[in-house]
């Protein structure tokens, strides 16, 4: 069980991350590893396709980072990890919200000599739903180090102002482009902080945080599974469905209202003790 403490709520305010030793054990390090190689393969265990596959065995460009989007809904051992009540409630927590949906998982694994992940807000891609806040939890599945290109952070870029989505995110000419412009915008000079932490450990960020990951110009992979959280009151925007990752998401509209099913954003942790009931259903399936 994964618990914050004030002065990590503090540092996080303060900088618009933190970094954490430990958010899984080992033994769930292990799974998790073995249902990416079955992913990428796609072995879709729950016979459910991921909602974003942008790279599998066969057809993959060997020189990219590869990506999957919500393969909790294709993988009951992944499922298992981003629907947790504790992360979810962390999440909570630092974004002082009233409760925590899934918004989207990412499944990254960037191999020896892969390529970068450009410099991004999240939440400029986020204009479907309102209020369109992101807080994420970024989970190491190996031991994460400056050359291998782990994730990077601007501290305190999250009182910037608000830019706009621009560029290529998979394997940009310059990783850091968009972020330095704002950072010329803003009139400062940003102050960028690597999270190395052991397998297992891994970081939160504000959806307003720049961030991105550079070249892995180490000998060893690197893994990590990110749950990327909205609050458990956020609907539909109705005016905005066709920006962002809107096109993607917004399938899962109902029809009469604006209504986020639970089905397809479960609700994690809520501080009155909901939590969507066939999360359990799913897992156990
Ligand atoms: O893991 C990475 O390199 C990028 C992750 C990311 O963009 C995110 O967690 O929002």
């Not at 991350?17 to 992913?39: A, G, H, N, P």
């Not at 009540?85 to 919200?97: E, F, P, Q, R």
């Not at 000599?113 to 992101?134: G, I, K, M, V």
């Amino acid at each position: 069980m994964f618990e914050l403490s004030q002065k990590q709520k503090l540092e996080f305010e303060e900088n618009g991350f933190l970094v954490v030793d430990k958010l899984i054990d080992e033994d769930t390090v292990e799974q998790l590893r073995e249902s990416f190689d079955k992913l990428f393969r796609g072995e879709f265990e729950t016979g459910i396709t991921p909602d974003e596959v942008n790279w599998q065995e066969a057809t993959g460009d060997p020189t990219r980072t590869r990506q999957i989007c919500n393969g909790w809904k294709a993988d009951r051992t992944i499922a298992t990890v981003v629907t947790r009540a504790d992360i979810g409630k962390a999440v909570a927590t630092l974004g002082g919200w009233p409760g925590v949906r899934v918004m989207i998982d990412n499944v990254i694994w960037k191999p020896s000599q892969t390529r970068e992940l450009a410099y991004h807000q999240d939440n400029a891609y986020l204009a479907w739903y309102t209020p369109s806040e992101l807080l994420s939890c970024w989970i190491a599945l190996d031991d994460t180090s400056r050359e291998g290109g782990t994730l990077e952070f601007v501290r305190g870029s999250h009182k910037w102002h608000h830019s706009k989505p621009e560029g290529e995110f998979h394997a940009p000419e310059d990783y850091k482009k968009y972020m330095h412009l704002a950072a010329e915008r803003e009139g400062v000079n940003p102050e960028i902080v690597h999270v190395e932490v052991p397998k297992g450990g891994g970081s939160f960020h504000h959806g307003w945080t720049w961030h991105g990951s550079g070249f892995n110009q180490s000998a060893h992979p690197r893994r990590s599974l990110v749950m990327h959280g909205m609050r458990s009151d956020a609907e539909y925007d109705p005016a905005h469905l066709s920006e962002g990752t809107g096109p993607i998401y917004s399938r899962y509209k109902r029809l009469g209202d604006n209504a986020l099913d639970e089905n397809f954003f479960p609700v994690t942790w809520r501080e009155d003790g909901y939590r969507t009931p066939e999360i359990q259903k799913f897992l156990l399936q």
